[in-house]
């Protein structure tokens, strides 16, 4: 079991905004202020949405953005598109020096 | 423009072993720490190894550790993994990726995968 706990699926229509959340599971989790998102296509290479809970990479839309409180990290997507649908995962470290994926989130947009 | 480019992936019997590289270029290899991530059939991503910038210092998760062996050369840009004692469950898609400056365990840059099969 992952330490990492997202939504199986979250689903959206063109224009709305859509949130997953990436709980921590496990209270042994050192790196929950170094929460990195990625998006990944089917058949792709995932990629870097957000990395250190909120900062968003050049290049990246300013419609992702990312946030933490207490033991939740949330990936916000607004003004959704087609092109958003996607998987998403969040990642972290443990204090063991091992990095953690969640289990990731299938994003349906409408 | 940074480019990942994984090679050596195939067909291997269970208990066997493979060796992964994965050539970089585009930015200075020696200065960032690298990783492999993999991908089972259908299933999500799974961290499997991780090296410091200037090799010394190597990370694995439990599942890998002590069969996998992750090395570097910043001579030739180059990024492995030694596979051994491989098992069924090891089949995956195996990513190389690019650790963010001062980060090991976020990564901005993916290649594109190399696909593993374990196998009888």
């Known amino acids: 079991q992952s330490a990492l706990t997202q939504p199986a699926s979250v689903s959206g229509s063109p224009g709305q905004s859509i949130t997953i959340s990436c709980t921590r599971t496990s209270s042994d989790i050192g790196g929950y202020n170094y929460v990195s998102w990625y998006q990944q296509h089917p058949g792709k290479a995932p990629k870097l949405m957000i990395y250190d809970v909120s900062n968003r990479p050049s290049g990246v839309s300013n419609r992702f953005s990312g946030s933490k409180s207490g033991n939740t990290a949330s990936l916000t997507i607004s003004g959704l598109q087609a092109e958003d649908e996607a998987d998403y995962y969040c990642?972290?470290?443990?204090?063991?020096?091992?990095?953690?994926f969640g289990g990731g989130t299938k994003l349906t947009v409408l | 423009e940074v480019q990942l480019v994984e090679s050596g992936g195939g067909l291997v019997q269970p208990g066997g072993s493979l060796r992964l590289s994965c050539a970089a270029s585009?930015?200075?290899?020696?200065?960032?720490?690298m990783s492999w991530v993999r991908q089972a059939p259908g299933k999500g991503l799974e961290w499997v190894s991780a090296?410091?910038?200037?090799?010394?210092?190597?990370f694995y998760a439990d599942s890998v550790k002590g069969r996998f062996t992750i090395s570097r050369d910043n001579s030739k840009n180059t990024l492995s993994l030694q596979m051994n004692s491989l098992r069924a469950d090891d089949t995956a898609i195996y990513y190389c990726a690019k650790g963010i400056a001062g980060r090991t365990f976020s990564f901005d840059y993916w290649g594109q995968g190399t696909l593993i099969t374990v196998a009888s």
């Open positions: 990642s972290s470290f443990e204090s063991t020096s091992t990095g953690v």
């Open positions: 090296i410091n910038d200037d090799g010394d210092s190597t």
């Open positions: 585009g930015f200075p290899f020696r200065n960032y720490a």
